[in-house]
């Protein structure tokens, strides 16, 4: 007789891929813990520049999913990734599936973040700390922002789903406004300095490049870099 231990063995026996399977789905499952893990750095500012905003006459965007877009300013941001957040219900939805918080200046540097707990939920941006603020609100405000994303393509899109917090992105675009069925509109910010509702950027992406170190320290390719 076969004890259930001879038994598991020799159906491994019988079946020689089991053991590759069993390596294959916990490599799998180890890196899928890997990339959900923020990216940590060395205290100090890693993004110093704020975004650049070029105001432009309205013009029209490709229309996406039977909305139509009205661009108002060309856009790019180098900053690190604070969070980021996929959404799958509602209208907005269909168009920007995705919300990344982004932080400059101070809100790159690894000493402040760690003093303020951030999540993102229901299309907003979220910060609190204990205590004391590491920094005054205003100048949370002015260095950080939650971005509501519409990928220009499809690699854009799988681009963006990969983005890991603590990242450093080159991104370019559209600020846009948007029309949609229903009378749906969504607006965009124009400004760096609003907090509420619509104090979110809405951005075309055409260009998306990140990096795991800031650039300056780390001269290899991005871990991705996307044009349209």
């Known amino acids: 007789m076969i ?11 019988r079946h020689p891929l089991g053991p590759i399977l069993l390596a294959v789905l916990g490599t799998a499952s180890a890196w899928l813990w890997w990339s959900g893990q923020p990216i940590r750095h060395q205290p100090g500012v890693l993004a110093q520049g704020a975004p650049i905003q070029e105001d432009v006459p309205p013009r029209s965007l490709p229309d996406q999913n039977d909305f139509h877009l009205t661009a108002i300013a060309h856009y790019s941001i180098r900053a690190r990734v604070l969070g980021a957040k996929p959404y799958f219900g509602g209208p907005q939805a269909k168009l920007s599936p995705y919300d990344v918080a982004l932080g400059w200046g101070p809100m790159s540097d690894q000493k ?11 299309r907003f941006f979220f910060y609190r700390w204990q205590g004391r603020a590491p920094i005054p609100q205003s100048e949370i405000i002015r260095n950080a922002a939650n971005n509501h994303l519409i990928p220009a393509d499809a690699s854009i899109r799988a681009a963006i789903r990969c983005l890991r917090v603590g990242q450093i992105v080159d991104l370019g675009g559209w600020l846009v406004d948007v ?9 965009t910010s124009r400004r760096r300095d609003d907090t509420g509702n619509g104090a979110c950027e809405l951005i075309y ?3 998306l490049n990140a990096w795991d170190q800031p650039p300056a320290m780390e001269p290899a ?3 991705f870099a996307l044009a349209r």
């Open 3 to 13: 004890g259930i231990r001879d038994a598991r063995n020799e159906t491994m026996r």
């Open 112 to 122: 402040i973040l760690d003093q303020l707990s951030i999540s993102l939920g229901n």
């Open 179 to 187: 029309d949609g069925p229903n009378n749906f509109k969504w607006r």
């Open 205 to 207: 992406v055409e260009k």
């Open 221 to 223: 390719n991005p871990v």
